[in-house]
């Protein structure tokens, strides 16, 4: 089973970045597809970005499309997500969650079935 740990988070102001981490332990991680997901204040879970096993595909969601990238390294068993020029509605608490998705499921938050415990990303001046 693969476990996963969230880091990077932290307060950055109206048109920071900060990059993200999803570090992985465990046996087959590289048979997993990898999602994030935020949840914000009084907000159900969102999808963020998710990215496939291989890392050859890559789905966003489309309020951080062109701001957010995610990326993978599987030799790190890591999963990483990069975000740009960041805003108040982009504070959440992030989580990453792994599973194997088909196209149709990959933005839903039932196709992965492991979770990191999150880490809070808060966007204020």
Do not use: H
């Not at 597809?33 to 969601?61: C, H, L, M, S």
């Amino acid at each position: 089973q693969v476990q996963l740990g969230e880091s990077g988070g932290g307060l950055v102001q109206p048109g920071g970045s900060l990059r993200l981490s999803c570090a992985a332990s465990g046996s087959n991680y590289r048979n997993y597809d990898v999602a994030w997901f935020r949840q914000g204040p009084g907000k159900e879970r969102e999808f963020v970005a998710a990215i496939r096993r291989n890392g050859g595909t890559t789905y966003y969601a489309d309020s951080v499309k062109g701001r957010f990238t995610i990326s993978r390294d599987n030799a790190k068993m890591t999963v990483y997500l990069q975000m740009n020029n960041l805003g108040p509605e982009d504070t959440a608490v992030y989580y990453c969650g792994a599973g194997s998705a088909i196209t149709s499921t990959i933005r839903t938050s039932g196709a992965y079935t492991r979770w990191g415990q999150g880490t809070q990303v808060t966007v204020s001046s």
